[in-house]
């Protein structure tokens, strides 16, 4: 029997498998109490193999809840383009910023600096990120210059190394240029 007929009752009406209903057998008793014995065993195992699944997801499972004043450091999306910046090496957290109150059961109400005005002050549970104060933890007051589409643009300075990197068809021109922030 398959694991759908065992929890549901019926078949699986697929194009794969049609059973045809005119062809079913008449059932007596005895065999109704040992299908139903049978159903019962597989819910048992399957609801077995699922607590196992389970108890190995929930080992780093825990609740998140978050108390008033406590401070956060907010998840970014650098997919999206949003706040600062894309690619490998780029923030994923931003912050940290004090929660106000709680909305709902699931959402928070941060503090937001007057540079992230133009961003909704209520998050999702899943946003914020505890922040555990550390004495050698450094923030820097003016992190990011966020322009009203919350994007960040760098400037580049000067150029300071041109190479080409000759491949068998073609030659690619490399360029070192020391940007406005980082340095080089």
Request: hydrophobic share 40%; with cysteine; net charge positive.
């Amino acid at each position: 029997m398959a694991p759908f007929e065992a929890l549901y009752g019926r078949t699986c009406r697929s194009l794969l498998f049609w059973d045809d209903l005119s062809e079913a057998p008449v059932i007596g008793p005895e065999m109704i109490r040992e299908m139903s014995d049978k159903v019962k065993l597989i819910q048992f195992r399957m609801r077995t193999a699922q607590d196992l699944q389970s108890k190995y997801v929930n080992v780093r499972r825990r609740p998140l809840s978050f108390e008033q004043g406590d401070r956060v450091f907010l998840k970014i999306s650098p997919f999206r383009g949003w706040f600062i910046k894309r690619g490998k090496l780029s923030p994923r957290f931003i912050g940290s910023y004090k929660i106000l109150d709680k909305v709902g059961d699931l959402a928070y109400r941060l503090y937001l600096p007057p540079t992230l005005s133009g961003i909704h002050d209520v998050f999702y549970l899943s946003m914020p990120r505890k922040y555990e104060p550390d004495a050698s933890h450094v923030l820097r007051p003016d992190e990011d210059k966020l322009d009203e589409t919350l994007s960040y643009f760098e400037i580049p300075i000067k150029i300071l190394d041109r190479k080409e990197k000759n491949l068998i068809n073609k030659s690619i021109p490399l360029v070192k240029v020391q940007w406005s922030r980082r340095g080089v």
